[in-house]
């Protein structure tokens, strides 16, 4: 009878929408949640255990099942559910992936089952509202200290500010809407909730390192920051859907980590921290340094940019083995990697690009980078 029951249960995950996390969307998941009636992945059931009082979770092909519990999970399963718990999900709110940081995942089960933030959409003003003001810990661009500043978001200025004093009148910086975005970093930052937000400041990437040791706290920023994005592109381009607009909200880089480099006057390769924010190639001393020490532009392959396996003949003085490089219509860009691994995944983000025809807006951001100093 036991075997029957969890071969009922196992036989459920044949329906397409129970193929995949219900949550992150990871395939073939072998939890299931019996008082939600959702089939989720191990990385996820985690999470679930955490919520005991909406959720328990059982082992799909190891526990031992009731017939109530079986009949349950045969009346909903995914498809069920989401239309439930996230039948009113704003289209800018992140919905994460398998891929994503554990808050971003947490805080998105949490919002559905626990505060049931998408069937009540009154709970979702904190990042709906279009103005959102508080403390967050931000990193100081000289000490590296992280200390408490006041931030304010406001879409009738289209801009996040903050400020170094919760009385000063002026703000430190002022972070224009059309130009920013963020993205949780938290092995970098070392704090599970920490989240980078860079902005264009004279068109050049300025960065600035925060977090809020309440981990819903941060979300809400991110996602208000996404809201605030969605809005100001809603004005910006009116003809587009959201389903055009919503990955323009906000971007993980296509890759980052240590490369060497050689400048175009000096022979020495000197270690440094990379980015590679869409077509943007940022270097940096440091990988939390406030501004990059130099941006390349990297361009469609129509237009004279190519990527190439190794280094000339010639080169000397670098220390890693494993070259690459960039060639733009101006000048070659010398690299080196420390392990073919980690070339590898460098070839790869930059051939995305360079095979990617470039857009109108993009012609203009290249011809600044000629224009640059």
């Not at 587009?240 to 000096?266: F, I």
């Amino acid at each position: 009878m036991a075997k029957e029951r969890r071969k009922a249960v196992l036989e459920l995950l044949q329906r397409p929408a129970n193929a995949r996390c219900a949550d992150c969307g990871a395939p073939d998941p072998d939890w299931a949640s019996y008082t939600l009636g959702v089939f989720i992945c191990l990385s996820c059931s985690g999470i679930h255990r955490n919520i005991p009082q909406v959720s328990k979770v059982k082992s799909v092909r190891l526990d031992a099942w009731e017939d109530a519990q079986v009949e349950f999970m045969t009346s909903r399963g995914n498809h069920v559910a989401r239309a439930t718990f996230e039948s009113k999900v704003p289209p800018f709110y992140y919905r994460p992936s398998a891929s994503d940081c554990q808050l971003l995942r947490e805080q998105w089960i949490r919002a559905k089952y626990e505060r049931q933030e998408f069937t009540h959409p009154e709970r979702q003003e904190p990042y709906s509202a279009g103005y959102r003001e508080g403390f967050l810990w931000k990193r100081g661009r000289d000490n590296g200290q992280f200390l408490s500043r006041k931030f304010v978001l406001t879409e009738r200025e289209g801009a996040l500010k903050y400020f170094n004093r919760s009385d000063a009148k002026e703000p430190k910086a002022i972070m224009k809407i059309e130009h920013l975005n963020a993205t949780f970093q938290p092995a970098k930052i070392g704090h599970p909730h920490g989240l980078q937000v860079t902005y264009l400041k004279d068109n050049s990437t300025r960065n600035i390192f925060v977090y809020h040791e309440d981990g819903k706290e941060m979300v809400d920023w991110f996602n208000a920051l996404r809201a605030a994005r969605f809005h100001y592109l809603q004005v910006a381009f009116p003809g587009a859907s959201d389903a055009d607009l919503v990955p323009k909200l906000s971007r993980n880089y296509l890759q980052e980590g240590y490369m060497e480099k050689t400048g175009p006057k000096t022979e020495g390769f000197r270690k440094r921290w990379f980015t590679m924010d869409d077509r943007r190639l940022m270097y940096f001393k440091d990988p939390l340094d406030a501004f990059a020490r130099g941006e390349v532009f990297i361009g469609s392959r129509e237009s004279g940019y190519t990527v190439l396996d190794g280094l000339p003949p010639s080169t000397q003085g670098h220390h890693w083995p494993h070259g690459i490089t960039i060639v733009t219509p101006e000048r070659r860009f010398l690299l080196a990697c420390e392990t073919e691994s980690e070339q590898r995944a460098w070839m790869e983000a930059f051939r995305k690009v360079v095979d990617r025809p470039m857009l109108p807006q993009e012609y203009a951001v290249e011809a600044h980078f000629k224009h640059k100093p």
